[in-house]
């Protein structure tokens, strides 16, 4: 089993920037991270593999950024420039198996945190 534990979430106006931050108990080959707003599906934000190798969705493209600490086991999503459109909740999530390191397949990932809520505000 891997814990998963995010912190950061919290209110802000349009155009402004919140870290988010995701600590794991333990290493796994791929971490990412994906958001749930009210009647709509959970949507991949950002994802990193054990290599570094990241892949972000369309819409936080040059606005988020995601990073970890491998030393920490600590994930992080840097969120700037922020919209209304991102006001979700937002999970950190994670998987053993490189190969279900997929942005588009929430399904694939065994391991869950229990959400940090992100408001915008226009």
């Known amino acids: 089993q891997v814990q998963l534990v995010e912190s950061g979430g919290g209110s802000v106006q349009a155009g402004g920037s919140l870290r988010l931050s995701c600590a794991a108990s333990?290493?796994?080959?791929?971490i990412g991270w994906f958001r749930q707003a009210p009647g709509k599906e959970r949507e991949g934000v950002a994802i990193?593999?054990?290599?570094?190798?990241?892949t972000y969705a369309d819409s936080v493209k040059g606005r988020f950024t995601i990073s970890k600490d491998n030393v920490k086991n600590t994930l992080y999503l840097q969120m700037n420039s922020l919209k209304p459109e991102d006001t979700a909740m937002y999970y950190c999530?994670?998987?053993?198996?490189?190969?279900?390191?997929?942005?588009?397949?929430?399904?694939?990932?065994?391991?869950w945190g229990q959400g940090t809520q992100v408001t915008v505000s226009s």
């Open positions: 999530a994670a998987d053993r198996r490189s190969f279900h390191c997929i942005i588009t397949s929430p399904g694939l990932f065994d391991y």
């Open positions: 333990s290493y796994t080959d791929c």
């Open positions: 990193i593999k054990a290599t570094g190798f990241t």
